[in-house]
């Protein structure tokens, strides 16, 4: 075979592969956020926490986890494991780097994924944080209709429509001037509102 036939054959096959797609890896989604990360000032963290009544039995799962401060400080107060769920891969790495800066043993207690939080298995936790828009709080409920009954739901800023709160707190953080903030909570079995 002359080497310009064999040349043009390797040249067809590489672009038989090319058009050959993998499986994307479902740990590496592709999918843009669905919104742009704002950081929860520590106090409504605090607040959050507590509407929770989180013990070192609760397992925590962040949904869109942004900087890993409600995952590190759930696992730094309360000794619980705590996980954290982002799509974005930037978001990942503030919250590994606010992890690295835990004492060792409330590193062991803390994970954080880049996952895509629709397609995610909630059913390991106990208590599911969430500051999302009100539509996402909404795609979300079939995940949390599957939850452990007595599991704990609580969403910064955002309600969930057609599901009814068992509390709403409102509260403006020391510092901000007239900003103020709503935490909303929900327990399993969900509350689903009659149309």
């Known amino acids: 075979m002359a080497p310009s036939t064999r040349a ?27 919104v742009r990360f704002v950081a929860t000032p520590e106090e409504v963290v605090a607040k959050m926490l507590e509407v929770a009544k989180i013990t070192a039995k609760d397992v925590v799962y962040d949904l869109g986890c942004g900087d890993g401060r409600i995952v590190c400080a759930a696992a730094r107060k309360h000794k619980c494991k705590a996980f954290g769920f982002d799509i974005d891969s930037e978001r990942i790495k503030d919250s590994e780097a606010n992890k690295a800066k835990l ?7 803390v994970t954080f994924k880049r996952q895509d939080i629709f397609k995610l298995d909630l059913s390991g936790a106990t208590v599911v944080m969430l500051y999302l828009r009100p539509e996402l709080n909404v795609k979300l409920i079939p995940q949390l209709k599957k939850l452990k009954p007595g599991s704990r739901i609580v969403s910064h800023d955002f309600d969930m429509q057609g599901v009814t709160p068992d509390k709403v707190i409102r ?10 903030h ?5 327990t399993t079995p969900l509350k689903m509102e009659k149309n």
């Open 8 to 34: 043009a054959l390797v040249v067809l096959a590489g672009s038989a592969l090319a058009n050959f797609a993998l499986p994307a890896d479902k740990d590496k989604p592709e999918r843009k956020p669905d």
């Open 103 to 109: 004492p060792a043993e409330v590193r062991k207690l």
């Open 171 to 180: 509260l403006t953080p020391k510092g901000e001037s007239s900003r103020e």
């Open 182 to 186: 709503t935490i909303y909570l929900w």
